[in-house]
């Protein structure tokens, strides 16, 4: 009998394997706006169009902090399982904070359909979209550390409802059991990681004298574009949010003056804080870089919001002082919002150089505005990256005159 066999056909994982649906909650805390949670609540309806689920509805309830039981209000819950009753085929609700397991087991009970947190469906992705070993595990390690504090109300249907001798049910044992499992598989994957870090850093070392320069920047901001377009190399760009998990690095040469050029994952808000010590080491080589290049969707009605989340990450990574440049990209669709249609040449090219100026006083850094898709001051960017690089060079070999 002949076997059929898919050669080459990846097993999809996660949310991919077929189209759910879900409903959408935020909570509007002390301290926050309407408008903030609406743009919180679009940027979380793109991760779960990513994960591959379709958002039907959203809920957004007022309170200054989170019910400690169920996260929302008594009530909301009740419109929320109306609603969920009136539409068979929505089978989850995700929240745009993250919840306690405690949280999680009360809200199933009472909606009965999945329930999933901005991290939980944030790992999703990322596993999904991890290719390489060191992905892979960094994915697998904050997967673990989000599992670790959650177990008990995980396992709150093995627990006796009273307490006192000869009371003490099995469940206390399985959560000791299966908390030593995960501490024994979270040490397994950290020696596993430094190890993969050890053979990077060699890498690294091995690159030899090159100045190293760094695309990093908010997630979907156009980094892998950019990155196909500087190295005139093949990397994955798509527009979904984390199209790029593992950093990638080309040699590329400009004017016969040599350098090398990595793309990196991109940041987000509320990004998971385990996710961001898990993939640290990815991060090393924004770390070790000597120049960066921030990539920013000037087009995004947030954008100034995305700056700040990733300076606190290069905060964070103590790369915050480093040589940078502003690449504001997507200028063409900046255009086609903000510019009156009818405008000349010469009062748009005047309103352009005024808004580099507003840029460069705002941000405390010399900016281009391009469009990496339609390839639009491209030259300038080069131009300008060259001269960065040309006085890092003179910087690190003073004394030397090399021709490259």
Same mark, same amino acid.
């Given at each position: ?22 409903? $959408? ?25 990513? &994960?591959?689920? !379709? ?32 539409? !068979? ?19 199933e009970e009472a909606l009965k359909v999945k329930i999933i947190d901005r991290s939980s469906l944030i790992l999703d992705i990322f596993a999904s979209r991890a290719q390489t070993a ?39 044992? /399985? ?11 979270? &040490?397994? $994957? ?46 994955? &760009? ?10 990638? *690095? ?10 090398? $050029? ?25 770390? /070790? ?22 300076? *606190? ?22 255009? !086609? ?26 941000? /405390? ?17 080069? !131009? ?20 490259w």
């Amino acid at each position: 009998m002949a076997q059929e066999w898919n050669v080459g056909e990846k097993e999809r994982k996660g949310l991919q394997k077929q189209t759910e649906y879900a409903v $959408l909650v935020g909570l509007i805390q002390k301290g926050q706006t309407e408008e903030q949670v609406t743009e919180y609540l679009d940027e979380l309806e793109f991760l779960a169009m990513t &994960a591959g689920a !379709e958002a039907r509805k959203r809920f957004i309830q007022k309170l200054p902090h989170p019910d400690s039981r169920s996260f929302i209000g008594k009530g909301k819950i009740e419109e929320i399982k109306a609603y969920i009753d009136a539409h !068979e085929d929505v089978n989850m609700v995700i929240f745009d904070d993250d919840l306690t397991g405690k949280q999680t087991n009360h809200l199933e009970e009472a909606l009965k359909v999945k329930i999933i947190d901005r991290s939980s469906l944030i790992l999703d992705i990322f596993a999904s979209r991890a290719q390489t070993a060191q992905a892979k595990t960094q994915v697998e390690l904050a997967q673990m550390q989000y599992l670790l504090p959650r177990l008990r109300g995980l396992w709150t249907h093995l627990e006796r409802q009273r307490g006192g001798i000869g009371m003490r049910g099995p469940g206390e044992k /399985e959560i000791e059991t299966d908390r030593r499992i995960i501490r024994d598989k979270i &040490a397994l $994957l950290k020696k596993r990681l430094e190890k993969i870090d050890l053979q990077n850093t060699t890498q690294r070392k091995n690159r030899g004298e090159l100045i190293r320069v760094s695309l990093v920047g908010y997630t979907n901001v156009g980094k892998s574009t950019l990155m196909n377009i500087l190295s005139k190399s093949e990397v994955f &760009a798509e527009d979904k949010l984390f199209a790029t998990l593992d950093t990638t *690095v080309r040699k590329v040469v400009f004017e016969n003056v040599p350098f090398l $050029l990595s793309d990196t994952v991109g940041f987000i808000r509320k990004l998971p804080h385990h996710l961001i010590e898990s993939f640290k080491s990815t991060l090393d080589e924004v770390r /070790e870089s000597d120049i960066l290049i921030h990539v920013v969707d000037i087009a995004h009605p947030q954008h100034e919001d995305h700056i700040r989340t990733v300076n *606190v990450t290069l905060q964070e990574l103590e790369a915050i002082e480093k040589p940078t440049l502003f690449v504001f990209n997507k200028f063409d669709l900046f255009r !086609e919002r903000y510019y009156d249609p009818f405008i000349d040449d010469e009062a748009r090219q005047e309103i352009e150089e005024g808004l580099q100026g507003n840029l460069k006083n705002l941000f /405390e850094h010399d900016n281009v505005l391009i469009s990496a898709v339609r390839k639009e001051n491209i030259d300038v960017l080069r !131009e300008k990256m060259l001269t960065m690089i040309k006085e890092q060079y003179k910087l690190r070999y003073p004394y030397q005159s090399r021709q490259w």
